[in-house]
């Protein structure tokens, strides 16, 4: 009897102190610091952070195609930095947007339009991420072409894994359907919110950098499609454009959160990459006051060590851009006739201005638009003189000088001069346009390679490498990663079947010879 009697009581203070266990158990174990969900407004911000040269990946790219392609930065050297600089096909470096972008970028767009589109309140936030995911997939059709679009960023949410990929054609459409009506709905009546990290929940903002990229992606089509790129330029112009360099769209840096590419420049590719003879002989031709804000030359460096602040200078007179055509052993032959010691004696990017560590970078702005409505103008699509725009797409380029660093400031009185000798001559208005647009989007890789194959200007000359491996004078887009060939072959295959072979020769649509 006893047994039973301690047996009872023993199983009653078990129950008891199991139940004690319980007690304020979901409390104790729940995170109060951590956060389990995300507001759509931050999520959008890392979208836009990601969208620039947030690290190597993209940074790199850029850096060994674009730039290469259109002549304005260069490398030497082969190996991990073969690109653009050869006209050679580097698989390390083609895929670096597309990887960034769809593991990033348009996860993160995806997420937001997709949590906020049925609910009111964050009806800004909804269109404002509509307007940002238009610009990313600009970024990535100009660059591969035919791209998954509807299905993309959709892994999780609808467990696509194998994204169908649309034809340039339907995407660009539906990027400026989705433009127009974005940019419509923006509510400046509703609270802005102030998380956000372009324009702290300004709509009407917002609304004007909807409009622009209208008007960009709709020039875009000049060559595929004259009247629709019409249509949407003029209701692009209806909309309401910037109006000025304060409505520019770009990335703020600080000491801490740096620019990338100056981050990449200032350290492990310092010695590396320099500036292109053809954008270092234009601006010297021209007298453009821009070009010692732009560059810096560390004359008679022999070497990496060399290149320090008492060999520097930013003098127009003594750049000397880096020639086109040429590998590190190879440059070697022309030093003399270039009047440099090495190689490491070329003009360099301005590591104290355009590229310190806290410079700007911008998406789009007010000069890249005036330069558009020149074009647009020029073609007679638009009410307005062309030169009006001319002036004040080239003035205000001048003026965003100012932005990088206060000893980057062009003066008035140079500002007026280069306006004064550099007006537009009609018979040549598409090439000087788009030379302007050139020098414009200093810096932004992804609009200098769509635009000047868009363009066809500046009238720039064949890298002449040796070892070029494309049969056309310049390369046309990137091919498709080998991860996509890997995990989603039967949709690139049919990718490839519409739009061309998968290599660095293929034109997208809208690239019309």
Known sequence: MRTNLKYFLGMLLSLSLLSGCDDGFDEINTNKVDPTSLAPSLILNKAIISTTYLDGVSTLGMLCYNFGIVQQIITPYGSSLSGGNYNQFNNANTPLVWVNFYRNVIKQVVAVVNQTRDDPAQANIYNAARI???????????????????????????????????PQETIYKDILKELEEASAALDVSQAPVTTDILYGGDAAKWKKLGYSLMLRAGM??????????????????????????????????????????ANHLAAREKTNFYLAAPFVDYLKANND?????????????KG?????????????????????????VSIN?????YGVASLWDFTQINLKTVLKLDAPEFHITYAQNQLLLAEAATRGWISGAASDYFTKGVRAHLEQMAKYDPSATIKEDAIQAYLKAHPLDPAKALDQINTQYWVAAFLDGSELFANFRRSGYPALKKNPYPGSEITGDFIRRMPYPDSEIIVNLG???????RQGPNDLNTRVWWDKP
């Open 289 to 301: 006051p821009r070009l010692p804000v732009m560059a810096v030359r560390y004359v008679g460096a």
């Open 304 to 328: 990496g060590p060399e290149q320090v602040d008492a060999r520097a200078t930013s003098d127009p007179k003594l750049q000397i851009g880096m020639p086109m055509g040429y590998n590190d």
């Open 491 to 497: 949709n690139v295959n049919e990718a490839n079947s």
């Open 132 to 166: 940002w995911k238009a610009y990313a997939f600009m970024i990535l059709t100009d660059t591969y072409g035919d791209v998954p679009y509807f299905e993309a960023g959709q892994g999780y949410i609808n467990e696509i894994i194998s994204p169908k990929y649309d």
């Open 220 to 261: 875009r089509l000049t060559k595929v499609d004259p009247e629709l790129a019409k249509t949407y330029v003029t209701k692009a112009v209806a909309g309401g454009l910037f109006e000025s360099n304060d409505d520019n769209s770009v990335i703020r840096h600080t000491a801490i959160y740096n620019n990338y590419i």
């Open 333 to 337: 032959t022309i030093l003399g006739q």
